[in-house]
Nanobody
């Protein structure tokens, strides 16, 4: 059984930083492209970032480019999202998802392409 578990969310002031983590079990983590999505109240879920199975390709939504960094540690089966210079509009539930084996983040923002999802971790940025 595949499990995807996010952690690291919390309350932070604007301009601050958080690092989200996502651990997986039940799948060969190193073979999967991984992504982060977020959903704010009353809004649709949106893609934030994706990293290829090899780690060599990363993509970011324009809204977070230059502020967020995605990375992975295959030895720990863990995905990270370093979030700097946070803004109130970054407030959302953040979800980690496993995309596909040997994938290079094609169609990174198309959520049906992702096979396994976590339950989310809340990020709240106060102004």
């Amino acid at each position: 059984q595949v499990q995807v578990v996010e952690s690291g969310g919390g309350l932070v002031q604007a301009g601050g930083s958080l690092r989200l983590s996502c651990t997986t079990s039940g799948l060969t983590f190193e073979d999967y492209a991984m992504g982060w999505f977020r959903q704010a109240p009353g809004k649709e879920r949106e893609g934030v970032s994706c990293i290829s199975w090899s780690g060599g390709t990363t993509v970011y939504a324009d809204s977070v480019k230059g502020r967020f960094t995605i990375s992975r540690d295959d030895a720990k089966n863990t995905l990270y999202l370093q979030m700097n210079s946070l803004k109130p509009e970054d407030t959302a539930m953040y979800y980690c998802a496993a995309k596909d084996s040997y994938d290079y983040c094609a169609d990174a923002w198309w959520s049906p392409k992702y096979k396994y999802w976590g339950q989310g971790t809340q990020v709240t940025v106060s102004s």
